[in-house]
């Protein structure tokens, strides 16, 4: 069992930077690849970012690309979303995820932190 946490949401101006955060709890933390998720009102949960156990590999959605950067420490059982350049549709409920590896489904889920971009 995988709790998550995120934080580091809020209200920032378009072309900002924001850092979200996700703890996880557990022994296993490294284990699991983790993936960053948004929301939009009235939109469906999209895949922002995921990466492996290790770090290693990495993947983004084509809007986060160049962009963001996904990362994680081990140590601290905490995975980051860097997100830079902000856009006002980058304004999502974000969620973090665990999952088995790199490609199984996502089983483990935050509760999820607001980021408004503002033009």
């Known amino acids: 069992q995988v709790q998550l946490v995120e934080s580091g949401g809020g209200l920032v101006q378009a072309g900002g930077s924001l850092r979200l955060s996700c703890a996880a709890s557990?022994?296993?933390?490294?284990?699991?690849?983790m993936g960053w998720f948004r929301q939009a009102p009235g939109k469906e949960r999209e895949l922002v970012a995921r990466?492996?156990?290790?770090?290693?590999?990495?993947y983004y959605a084509a809007s986060a690309k160049g962009r963001f950067t996904i990362s994680r420490d081990n140590a601290k059982n905490t995975v980051y979303l860097q997100m830079n350049s902000l856009k006002p549709e980058d304004t999502a409920v974000y969620y973090c995820?665990?999952?088995?590896?790199?490609?199984?489904?996502?089983?483990?889920w935050g509760q999820g932190t607001q980021v408004t971009v503002s033009s």
């Open positions: 990466i492996d156990g290790t770090g290693s590999s990495t």
């Open positions: 557990g022994r296993t933390f490294s284990s699991y690849a």
């Open positions: 995820a665990a999952a088995r590896n790199f490609y199984a489904r996502y089983n483990y």
